[in-house]
């Protein structure tokens, strides 16, 4: 299963959901359908979602801290499946999905020590050492809010959900700065985590612009 085979599928059910639902502009549940597929690695989905993401097909995919994952569908992602994709895939998700199961289920296979080489070499180590001190930072965060008995539990949620929405941005290529100052807005309200997240913005402004 390849990364785009995987984005396929996903944005295959999004249509299929929206199709369903009151109005388009719903975040719909990835978690309810990937598991019939045999599709339970997480990295992987958060890639197929990147992807997704990247070429403007879904919006606000996230994660909360139970594993839940949702995403909304945008105009370009229903053209994308209304025109049948580019893998196949689409098309046999609309048709016969039970054909599948077997496909995806199947490991990609593992990319060769160049390839894994060539990858890593793409960062610098200054790049290296900010994004991991942008994991540090929101682990710190999450940590922080998890004490924070000053916060109402369903504030909480929310904040977790903007933690996990961060990183998710931070893993695309492409990232979008206002959903990120958006997030950095939500999370300097809280004052036990403020000056963590102002650590975390001038971090991203000065290596992710």
Same mark, same amino acid.
């Given at each position: 299963?390849?990364?785009?085979?995987?984005?396929?599928?996903?944005?295959?059910?999004?249509?299929?959901?929206?199709?369903?639902?009151?109005?388009?502009?719903?975040?719909?549940?990835?978690?309810?359908?990937?598991?019939?597929?045999?599709?339970?690695?997480?990295?992987?989905?958060? *890639?197929?979602?990147?992807?997704?993401?990247?070429?403007?097909?879904?919006?606000?995919?996230?994660?909360?801290?139970?594993?839940?994952?949702?995403?909304?569908?945008?105009?370009?992602?229903?053209?994308?499946?209304? *025109?049948?994709?580019?893998?196949?895939?689409?098309?046999?998700?609309?048709?016969?999905?039970?054909?599948?199961? *077997?496909?995806?289920?199947?490991?990609?296979?593992?990319?060769?020590?160049?390839?894994?080489?060539?990858?890593?070499?793409?960062?610098?180590?200054?790049?290296?050492?900010?994004?991991?001190?942008?994991?540090?930072?929101?682990?710190?965060?999450?940590?922080?809010?998890?004490?924070?008995?000053?916060?109402?539990?369903?504030?909480?949620?929310?904040?977790?959900?903007?933690?996990?929405?961060?990183?998710?941005?931070?893993?695309?290529?492409? *990232?979008?700065?206002?959903?990120?100052?958006?997030?950095?807005?939500?999370?300097?309200?809280?004052?036990?985590?403020?000056?963590?997240?102002?650590?975390?913005?001038?971090?991203?402004?000065?290596?992710?612009?």
């Amino acid at each position: 299963m390849t990364t785009e085979e995987l984005a396929e599928v996903i944005l295959a059910h999004l249509y299929k959901l929206a199709e369903e639902a009151p109005h388009p502009n719903f975040l719909f549940s990835i978690n309810d359908f990937l598991p019939r597929f045999g599709i339970t690695d997480r990295e992987e989905v958060q *890639k197929a979602l990147n992807y997704l993401g990247d070429r403007g097909f879904i919006y606000l995919a996230s994660f909360d801290r139970a594993g839940g994952i949702s995403a909304g569908l945008t105009i370009e992602g229903s053209v994308f499946v209304e *025109k049948g994709g580019e893998t196949g895939v689409v098309k046999q998700v609309r048709t016969n999905p039970q054909t599948l199961t *077997k496909t995806l289920s199947t490991p990609s296979p593992r990319p060769t020590d160049q390839e894994e080489t060539e990858t890593v070499s793409e960062e610098t180590g200054p790049l290296i050492f900010a994004r991991r001190a942008v994991e540090a930072l929101l682990e710190d965060i999450e940590e922080m809010l998890e004490k924070d008995d000053t916060v109402a539990e369903e504030s909480k949620r929310d904040l977790f959900s903007d933690v996990a929405t961060f990183k998710i941005q931070m893993g695309r290529n492409v *990232k979008n700065r206002q959903i990120i100052g958006e997030l950095l807005g939500n999370l300097s309200g809280i004052p036990s985590i403020a000056p963590l997240v102002t650590g975390l913005d001038h971090i991203v402004d000065t290596y992710f612009r």
